[in-house]
């Protein structure tokens, strides 16, 4: 909880506007509702302006006058999607742009695009791939960004570590890992860390062979020349990464071992469990998966979010769109 107020007063000190496109999902209002009155964020809500002040009233919550209903009509953004599709080399027909309308995060997407927010937090009720999808057609990767991946922010008392990529990329060959590294290690910068990454193995050092660990020694190699300035250690465990006294014993010349607060698993199915099994067993606070790669802030909510969950995720945004523009 400490981190989550230090988040907050974080979000306080650099305000922006985050666009929601589920409004009608009575946790997304209860947050957004929530970070207008901390003045965290100016929220603008997508959808019906009776029907979400109805379900704002049926929930009791009272909607801030600093928060914005938006009641998109699909024919206002026809042009501008074809047109911004027609930019990055696509046709688009009026039939097929209708469809992507239809989705509400693409609308929303757009809303980034064109700079009327500068956050976008979806997914309370839209699966994952179609928060993404929007995402990387109109809003795309941030220049040499060879591809999107996710953190989560995992809250620990004895501080945040950040956790790559337990979301998106499946299983990320050594310059992609490489690549994913160098976003969180961005990612933990943004929440003010000093990054010390570690690339995660069932190795450590030399101790064990095979494909799986040439890939991480591989990764861990680019990583360190793409960042001399940064502590890199790997492959390695994850109790030599974060524990001192076994780093001591599996790596004791190595600085970066022990220390590490970035750590980066080396494929989906190994980071999401330990993600979510660190999660349950410690009973700490996460926050994510937090989006990485992107031209702006697309943050993509689990569908199982409490409305404390989008609030946090959205003073995050706040956070990292505050990032992108130093």
């Known amino acids: 909880m400490h981190f989550c107020q230090q988040l907050i007063q974080h979000a306080r000190r650099c305000p922006c506007t985050v666009v929601l496109p589920e409004a009608l999902d009575v946790r997304v209002l209860t947050a957004a509702a929530r970070a207008s009155t901390d003045g965290i964020a100016e929220c603008i809500l997508l959808g019906n302006s009776e029907a979400i002040r109805t379900v704002a009233a049926e929930a009791n919550i009272t909607l801030p006058t600093t928060l914005t209903i938006v009641q998109p009509q699909i024919e206002d953004y026809l ?110 910068s943004a929440f003010g860390l000093t990054p010390t990454i570690a690339l995660l193995s069932y190795s450590s050092g030399d101790s064990g062979s095979g494909e799986a660990v040439e890939k991480v020694h591989a990764a861990t190699e680019l990583l360190k ?4 300035h940064l502590q890199v250690t790997g492959p390695i465990q994850y109790d030599a990464a974060v524990s001192p006294e076994i780093a001591r014993v599996k790596l004791p010349n190595d600085p970066a071992a022990g220390n590490a607060n970035v750590l980066i698993f080396p494929d989906l199915q190994a980071g999401n469990i330990a993600y979510k099994a660190v999660q349950q067993a410690a009973g700490i606070v996460s926050i994510g998966p937090l989006m990485q790669g992107l031209a702006a802030t697309v943050n993509d909510l689990s569908r199982g979010a409490s409305a404390d969950d989008i609030y946090y995720t959205i003073a995050a945004s706040v956070v990292q769109a505050a990032a992108m523009q130093d």
């Open 225 to 228: 020349a793409q960042l001399p």
């Open 79 to 188: 042009e501008p999607l074809i047109a911004l599709r027609a930019k990055k080399g696509k046709t688009l027909n009026a039939a097929n742009a209708r469809t992507m309308l239809a989705n509400p995060a693409t609308v929303a997407a757009l809303f980034v695009a064109d700079g009327s927010a500068q956050a976008m937090v979806a997914g309370a009720i839209t699966a994952s791939a179609e928060v993404l999808r929007p995402a990387l057609q109109i809003i795309g990767l941030r220049n040499n960004s060879p591809l999107a991946s996710s953190a989560f922010l995992m809250c620990f008392d004895a501080g945040m570590k950040v956790f790559a990529d337990c979301a998106l990329n499946i299983n990320p060959n050594g310059e992609q890992l490489a690549a994913i590294a160098e976003q969180s290690a961005a990612t933990a």
